[in-house]
């Protein structure tokens, strides 16, 4: 075996084991998302708090900026109150805490005040976004569910076409894996979840099909957009915590982008406390 085979077998068997955490984990970690989704209320308001205070702990860690004390205690802090106004139904009040959260931030961060300022307000965002689609006690559970689903689908169905066919990158400089193929298999794997629910009685097909597709091109984005970050300041995962998977931001990532466009579609057509009526219902 010529020295150049044998990279490439031991880059398989890389490859192979790491298939196998990354489906692993998320046998474990799906199940318990969709429980605690399905419970709503403070559990699931408490399960995001918790997601968006680790991805700005995760994000600072990426930019440099964690050792700073007063950045990481401030945004942490204005992410817990927030969580607690979210998970008592003061959204108005959560808005408050995480603005002000936002500007101590801001001026609490003597070097890179930009990055920590972004890394807060994408946390920020996650964490308002992912409790106001599930408010609606009707349609909440459901709409998470379609965001949920779409996400994930795209990420496997553009993992397997990806290595399956291959081809042309997608954005080599920012993320070298993507390919063309991949970014199609993911798209197309999330129309068919659009159809599914439609097929099941949970929306008319033409709006949920248009719906997954902007949903998936958004979840893809997102998962360039935090490639980009970490290529910038030369870092390969956000952390080590979820095996196979790197650390929180490296797989929320895409969910970050999705729900908070979805968040907005249906704040614009259901209002505050009818979003995921506002995604599910035409």
Not at 144 to 167: E, N, Q, S
Request: glycine share 14%.
């Amino acid at each position: 075996m010529t020295e150049r085979e044998a990279a490439a077998a031991a880059d398989a068997g890389q490859g192979s084991r790491n298939l196998m955490m990354r489906v692993l984990a998320a046998l474990v970690l799906a199940p318990a998302a969709i429980a605690i989704a399905y419970a709503g209320g403070w559990l699931w308001a408490a399960l995001v708090t918790l997601a968006a205070i680790g991805l700005y702990v995760e994000w600072l860690m990426v930019v440099g900026a964690a050792r700073v004390a007063r950045v990481m205690a401030s945004g942490i802090a204005a992410l817990a109150v927030g969580g607690v106004c979210l998970a008592s139904g003061r959204i108005d009040a959560a808005l408050v805490v995480l603005a002000v959260g936002l500007a101590a931030v801001a001026l609490l961060s003597a070097e890179r005040r930009v990055w920590t300022s972004t890394g807060f307000a994408y946390a920020a965002a996650a964490e308002i976004a992912s409790v106001v689609v599930r408010l609606d006690p009707v349609q909440g559970f459901a709409a998470l569910m379609l965001i949920f689903l779409i996400v994930w689908v795209t990420d496997i169905g553009g993992y397997f076409a990806g290595r399956g066919i291959g081809g042309p990158k997608l954005w080599p400089r920012v993320s070298p894996k993507k390919t063309w193929a991949g970014a199609i298999g993911g798209f197309g794997a999330s129309l068919a979840v659009a159809g599914g629910f439609a097929a099941l009685g949970y929306g008319k097909a033409g709006p949920l099909l248009l719906l997954a597709a902007v949903l998936s091109v958004a979840s893809q984005l997102g998962d360039l957009f935090e490639s980009a970050v970490k290529r910038r300041f030369g870092v390969k995962d956000s952390s080590h915590i979820i095996p196979g998977h790197g650390g929180l931001m490296d797989r929320l990532d895409g969910f970050v982008a999705a729900v908070l466009l979805a968040a907005i579609f249906g704040l614009l057509r259901g209002g505050a406390d009818g979003v995921g009526r506002g995604l599910m219902v035409w």
